[in-house]
């Protein structure tokens, strides 16, 4: 176990700025930033505690974490004792997370977007028991992917799965199991996976056998057969294709551009406990987002990250789609894409925690019966996303160009299929394959 201390989207006029004068000087922001900046710390009161314990996965967005624990960013902001510690799963994580740091666990940390919904409501947690979490801020977007065994690199199948229904459908006809692997139930991954599938007309509930898998042991799990297809985060498909053992048919970025993905994420009762410190951590956070954002920062972001304490994961595995260069490992390449992993984009609009992309995720959840139909999505949302928080976080590092609002907007999938966070219900009514509770 690693431990270290140390509404639309807003106009384009508004953001043109911003990425000029911060996020693409990086070091110069790291320079001129003093000890709590104005703002944050305005009455005079600093962090009620020094530190907090803080997990990840070995997963390339959790970067901005161990940024601000290698480059000193949460000792500059008033917590010198937040510790980054490695978790085993996401299950481990949830588990470390309903303890809390005072018995042996966690506080918060790197955690799939929708595991704030289900921890809250306890969809997931033992014994049904509520843990109350809130979502700071959004780690990053995009830079998934849904790849494929190399069995199946004949059938064409890429961001259209199709390809796949008719197989799939033989191998089932024998009796043999179809094992696609996702990460979690009801997280990003599985959510993803199965948004793919049921475009291409395959039902997820039924026509393929669903399994959970720990994002490092994917690799090694589809060397040996264990599984036709896996959604995972970076490194572990690039590492895929390196050692040649399967192609990725597709990113998410292209299945849903710009969508979210990891977040920081929070025990409730921690933040309210500790409000300041909470504003530190979320300071600290967000400047190494900025500094991970920066294309002259990304060789040196995979040499950091791929250190044996942290992903133990040699640099030419991560490099490459952190950059936006693709090898699909099927004959296709793609360099310098808008597919990279994005970690602040203009004005913040990458690491602000839009609440309208949490309703889909909500909604998503509601459409494979994850979460009933009657849940109270907005609700659900104003109770777990503390966008006002990030938004004080921003004027104590001194942004004065931030996003406004809680809707990105109507977001579109690369189906066709559109989802407006103001009208949920219609999103679900489109929609020709679904498991609804």
Sequence with gaps: MQQTTGRAAPPATSRRSFLKGVTATAATL???????????????????VTGAKLGYIALTDSAPLIIAA????????GVPDVLVEKQASWGATRDNMALGSASGGIDGGHILR????????????????????????????????ISVSQAYAETGVGLDSSPLKEVFAAKKASGAEVPVAMTFPGGTHDLWMRYWLAAGGIDPTSEVDLIVVPPPQMVANMKVGNMEAFCVGEPWNEQLVNQGIGFTACTTGEVWSRHPEKVLGMRADWVDA????????LMAVMEAQQWCDAMENKQEMAEIVGRRQWYNVPVPDIIGRIRGDINYGNGRVETGTDLLMKFWGENGSTSYPWKSLDTWFVTENIRWGTFPADTDIAALVNQTNRSDLWL?????????????????????FFDGK????????????SLAIKALA
Aim: net charge negative; proline share 9%; charged share 20%.
């Design 392 to 412: 004080e976080a921003a004027r104590g590092l001194g942004l004065s160009t931030v996003p406004e609002g809680d809707s990105r907007g109507v977001e579109t």
């Design 70 to 77: 290698e480059k000193g960013l949460f000792a500059k902001h």
């Design 30 to 48: 790291l320079a001129a930033k003093t000890l709590f900046p104005s703002g944050a710390f305005a009455q005079g009161a600093g962090p009620e």
């Design 114 to 145: 929708p595991k704030v919904h289900l921890y809250s409501t306890g969809k997931v947690m033992q014994n049904n028991q509520p843990l109350p979490m809130y979502t700071l801020l959004n780690l990053n977007e995009d830079c998934q992917g």
């Design 274 to 281: 500790n409000p300041n410190a909470a504003l530190a951590v």
């Design 418 to 429: 559109t989802f407006d966070p103001a009208d949920p219900q219609g999103y679900l009514d």
